[in-house]
């Protein structure tokens, strides 16, 4: 589920492009009224598939973007005005990231940085299966907007990451970020320099962040997922890292190798099935959304060679990795 606030600004970007808002979201089983209430949560699926129908109806490749332009910090609820409350960028990031799932269950977020540089990487939950191009232009877009709340209009990324192909035209999505885009990248992320993790905000209210974080405490409390998806948004996180393995998984659910493997199996599920699912299901997303070379993605998954994916792939799928982006790229 996602909060209806995700579609904030939907009809004005609409009807700027000749699209009737109302016929969009009946379409994919929304209602009209949908965003009467910002805190309503809606079928993630439906709102992927409304940003997709919406991006081939208007013909613009680059429609999240065009949404994106109407959503700031508001658009999050009560996760934006923490982050408006919080004493620098790095703990408003933080606060993002770690909230994040009250505002969306599909997707999360990642903060790293490496020396003076800081990623924010975007990631799409394994078991969904529409495509989330449109999804990545509004999230890096509104990314953008927040910062420059934060840091002052003139403020650009580095540069932004897409694990999609490039669109026949991507001129608006280059003026609107500032910066260059790469294509058919291992991850959705955007680059920017570590410096302003450190900068202040200017409406800090530690007494009102406070009484935010014990809310979106309790937020979460409702939020629970089963250990089985906590264990899969896991391997999402690590999947492309030397550290995919039950051992540090079991490390960052603060608990141990055996009483995981124990737990998982009173659910139904091992560690190495779980992980299997996501290789699959990623698998599927990056050879129907870009253009990386089987090779790459063979060891991007984690597998020793391109022939034992292609293998795997085909006994899960029934049809081989290229047959299956070839099928894909024809409909």
Same mark, same amino acid.
């Given at each position: 589920?996602?909060?209806?606030?995700?579609?904030?600004?939907?009809? /004005?970007?609409? *009807?700027?492009?000749g699209l009737s808002p109302q016929i969009m979201l009946n379409s994919v089983g929304l209602p009209t009224d949908? %965003?009467?209430? *910002?805190?309503?949560l809606i079928s993630y699926t439906a709102f992927l598939k409304l940003l997709n129908l919406s991006a081939e109806m208007s013909g613009r490749a680059d429609f999240g973007v065009q949404l994106s332009q109407h959503q700031k910090l508001d658009m999050l609820g009560p996760i934006g005005f923490i982050m408006e409350s919080s004493p620098n960028i790095a703990t408003a990031l933080k606060h993002l990231k770690t909230y994040f799932h009250v505002h969306n269950e599909g997707a999360d977020l990642k903060l790293t940085t490496d020396g003076d540089r800081a990623e924010i990487t975007f990631l799409v939950k394994s078991d969904i299966d529409v495509s989330t191009h449109q999804q990545l232009f509004l999230s890096c877009g509104i990314g953008v907007n927040i910062l420059r709340i934060m840091c002052g209009p003139s403020w650009n990324p580095e540069r932004i990451l897409c694990a999609t192909k490039k669109p026949a035209d991507d001129l608006s999505l280059r003026r609107h970020f500032g910066c260059p885009i790469e294509y058919d990248q291992e991850v959705n992320a955007m680059v920017f320099s570590a410096s302003i993790l450190k900068k202040p905000i200017s409406d800090?209210? /530690?007494?009102?962040?406070? #009484?935010?974080? *014990?809310?979106? &405490?309790?937020? #979460?409390?409702?939020?629970? &997922?089963? %250990?089985?998806?906590?264990?899969?948004? %896991? #391997?999402?996180?690590?999947?492309?890292?030397?550290a995919v393995n039950i051992d540090k998984a079991a490390e960052l659910l603060s608990t141990t190798r055996r009483r995981l493997q124990r737990q998982l199996k009173e659910e139904g599920h091992t560690f190495k099935e779980l992980l299997d699912q996501v290789r699959f299901e990623q698998a599927k997303r990056y050879l129907q959304e870009s253009q990386i070379p089987l090779t790459q993605l063979s060891d991007m998954l984690g597998y020793a060679e391109p022939s034992v994916f292609s293998r795997a792939f085909k006994r899960h799928t029934g049809t081989s990795p290229q047959e299956w982006r070839e099928k894909c790229n024809t409909h």
């Open positions: 589920m996602v909060r209806a606030g995700s579609l904030k600004g939907f009809h /004005p970007t609409c *009807e700027s492009l949908v %965003l009467e209430d *910002e805190d309503r800090a209210n /530690p007494q009102l962040h406070r #009484i935010l974080k *014990e809310h979106l &405490e309790q937020k #979460i409390q409702s939020h629970s &997922e089963s %250990l089985s998806h906590q264990v899969k948004n %896991l #391997i999402c996180q690590l999947l492309f890292t030397d």
